[in-house]
């Protein structure tokens, strides 16, 4: 999710910690810079819950930066770094887009996200500089030996398309999937990994339950997008990794898994696509 400020969370209670999980899983997906806590406590919350490890997103250079010098410091963290398709059209130069490849150099940097397409937030026009930096950094992907990490709103089509073209990455993770069934089953089909947030849980949301039931557990994996997407039942307030349990359990209810296996699945899915950190 592209950077907001913590003024769009309606109350900013945190959540009280949820039950911890048997067997510990990562949260392949948040963004600890802007969360507003401490990121000691933030990991010491997570990991008291059966959170184990988790992966910080930046969004543009200097938040790839931060969390690439947080990682390199920080046990059971480590870094995504790429410039967020909203920011492409005005931050995807050739000076920045090798800054990030060099970051991605770094042996805390798992991943090379979050970079993909949206077309609700950026305008026809801003497209194709976007489309640009998506094969940027699928090229970044590839030439570091990174995972991607893919950022795709309203535009799960071309998304698909630009992929068949470049060809992915052998390690392919869609951020906060967002796609139907149909969708979850083509990206299976193409060897991808799903990464499922807290709007798993949300009651409206039946098309991503519906997702995550032709996913298998070899292709998923479980995020927050902390601050963001907090799950039921506490929508609307503030999201950290330490609620990664909540929509573990909703996952597993949606697609009739034992908790416990599901947890084991999901953590040997994050240890092939980001490696041990």
Not at 39 to 59: L, Q, S
Not at 133 to 158: E, P, V, Y
Not at 205 to 232: C, G, N, W
Request: glycine share 6%.
């Amino acid at each position: 999710m592209s950077r907001k400020g913590r003024s769009d969370l309606r109350d900013e209670t945190p959540p009280p910690a949820p039950e911890p999980l048997a067997v510990p899983v990562l949260d392949s997906h948040c963004h600890l810079d802007i969360m507003g806590t401490d990121v000691g406590e933030a990991v010491a919350a997570a990991r008291a819950v059966g959170i184990d490890r988790m992966v910080t997103v930046g969004v543009d250079l200097p938040s790839s930066v931060w969390q690439a010098e947080l990682a390199a410091r920080t046990p059971h963290v480590a870094a995504a770094v790429a410039i967020h398709p909203n920011e492409a059209p005005t931050a995807a130069d050739d000076e920045t887009l090798r800054a990030i490849e060099a970051l991605a150099r770094r042996p805390e940097v798992v991943a090379v996200g979050e970079t993909g397409l949206d077309h609700f937030r950026t305008a026809p026009e801003g497209r194709a500089a976007q489309e640009a930096s998506f094969r940027a950094h699928i090229a970044i992907a590839k030439a570091t030996g990174t995972a991607l990490m893919i950022h795709d709103r309203d535009a799960h089509d071309d998304v698909l398309r630009v992929l068949a073209e470049e060809g992915a990455p052998d390690r392919t993770v869609f951020h906060c999937f967002s796609g139907d069934a149909a969708m979850a089953a083509e990206c299976v089909r193409r060897g991808y990994v799903l990464s499922f947030a807290g709007n798993i849980s949300f009651k409206n949301a039946e098309s991503l339950r519906e997702a995550a039931r032709v996913t298998p557990v070899e292709q998923l994996l479980v995020e927050t997008d902390a601050p963001f997407l907090t799950p039921m039942p506490y929508r609307g307030r503030p999201n950290a990794p330490y609620l990664v349990p909540l929509t573990v359990r909703a996952l597993a209810e949606t697609t009739g898994h034992d908790v416990d296996e599901l947890c084991a699945g999901i953590a040997a899915t994050g240890r092939r696509v980001f490696g041990d950190f």
